[in-house]
């Protein structure tokens, strides 16, 4: 019969802590992935994100983030990514060109397995009570893009 030893209540207890200390950030307003199946992104697949009733206010910075795997088989990536501000009557919507791997051969972004990519999108004030809704989708020749896990979005207040 096998007998683990479970670890002192005390240290778990602190361990859960220091993780939400640490993950904590007062800033962001909005944090979410949306994962794609398969890891093949359809050109037909626009992803949407809402954040009904925003609870803070100020200068908020969206952030396009998406994962890539040794699957993704392109240098760069393009995407077409929209926000709307209903309550505020805002549109914004650009094409994203970014390097997956740049002119020298490095690659951009964080990670080993998985390499995220993190791509500023636009500064906006909001108001509190405002309702943001997003859709990205990938603006590439090809249909089907193989080798992007995730796609998300973090919504962060500035401090300025």
Known sequence: ?????????????????IHFISCGNRNTLFHEYVAIDNEEWYY????????DSVVI???????LEFRTSAKYPYRNISIVMEQSIRNGNKHIQKTIAYEIIDSKGKKNGEGITY???????????????DTIDINIKHNMQDNMLPGITDVG??????DN
């Open 44 to 51: 037909d697949d626009s992803l949407h994100f809402e954040i």
């Open 115 to 129: 390499i995220t990519h993190q791509i500023p999108f636009c500064t906006t004030n909001i108001n509190t009570g």
């Open 1 to 17: 019969m096998n007998q683990y030893k479970i670890a002192s209540p005390y240290i778990i207890y602190t361990l859960l802590i």
């Open 153 to 158: 979005v973090l919504i962060e207040k500035n």
């Open 57 to 63: 206010s100020g200068n908020l910075t969206t952030i």
